[in-house]
T-cell receptor, first 113, second 117 residues
Framework: GNSVTQMEGPVTLSEEAFLTINCTYT??????LFWYVQYPGEGLQLLLK?????DKGSNKGFEATYRKETTSFHLEKGSVQVSDSAVYFC????????????FGKGTHLIIQP | NAGVTQTPKFRVLKTGQSMTLLCAQD?????MYWYRQDPGMGLRLIHY???????AKGEVPDGYNVSRLKKQNFLLGLESAAPSQTSVYFC????????????????FGPGTRLTVL
């Protein structure tokens, strides 16, 4: 079956620092890849996604590129803000069939002023 | 548009009790999902549905049952709750499963925090 591995936190950065959260996946077929964000006490919100190799997803200053050769989908942001503090989940679908998403364990990001 | 709503937000059960969690969506989505979130485990799929009247098992279905009698509702039932079912439960829905349609994004509800004593 599919699996998603992401760096475990917490990750603590200062405001305006550069952010990278690593994510790698294993899957059969050609999955779509996603980054979701969860703010305290809330459900998950889609941050960005990519549906095929070399696609770049972007939103709110965050970016991630679908790298099939390294089976990776690392999340990056050039200058983080305190408001980016949240838990970030990398996820993949199966590439076929309606069997939901496979999530990584989540990375807790803490941005200090 | 309320999106995806879940009822209740919090619940405490004793071992052996039963309960039903309700998920409702007003986006006319075909697909609906139930996940559980446990510390250090990410989200894991319990059951899902590809349309009214259909259900299927996910990764961790044991101890749960589901029903999709109406397109907008997806119910998750615990017949005899166990402490191992203490978790946060999330419902999600999507138009489609196919990435090529551009409508495969899953929208999540706010979650139900369940404690089984």
């Amino acid at each position: 079956g599919n699996s998603v591995t992401q760096m475990e936190g917490p990750v603590t950065l200062s405001e305006e620092a550069f952010l990278t959260i690593n994510c790698t996946y294993t899957a059969t077929g050609y999955p779509s890849l996603f980054w979701y964000v969860q703010y305290p006490g809330e459900g998950l919100q889609l941050l960005l996604k990519a549906t095929k190799a070399d696609d770049k997803g972007s939103n709110k200053g965050f970016e991630a590129t679908y790298r099939k050769e390294t089976t990776s989908f690392h999340l990056e942001k050039g200058s983080v803000q305190v408001s980016d503090s949240a838990v970030y989940f990398c996820a993949s679908d199966s590439g076929g069939g309606a069997d939901g998403l496979t999530f990584g364990k989540g990375t807790h990001l803490i941005i200090q002023p | 548009n309320a999106g995806v709503t879940q009822t209740p937000k919090f619940r405490v059960l004793k071992t052996g009790q039963s309960m039903t969690l309700l998920c409702a969506q007003d986006m006319n989505h075909e697909y609906m999902y139930w996940y559980r979130q446990d510390p250090g485990m990410g989200l894991r799929l319990i059951h899902y549905s590809v349309g009214e009247g259909t259900t299927a098992k996910g990764e961790v279905p044991d101890g749960y049952n589901v029903s999709r009698l109406k397109k907008q509702n997806f119910l998750l039932g615990l017949e005899s709750a166990a402490p191992s079912q203490t978790s946060v439960y999330f419902c999600a829905s999507s138009y489609s499963k196919k990435a090529s349609s551009g409508r495969d994004t899953q929208y999540f509800g706010p979650g139900t925090r369940l404690t089984v004593l």
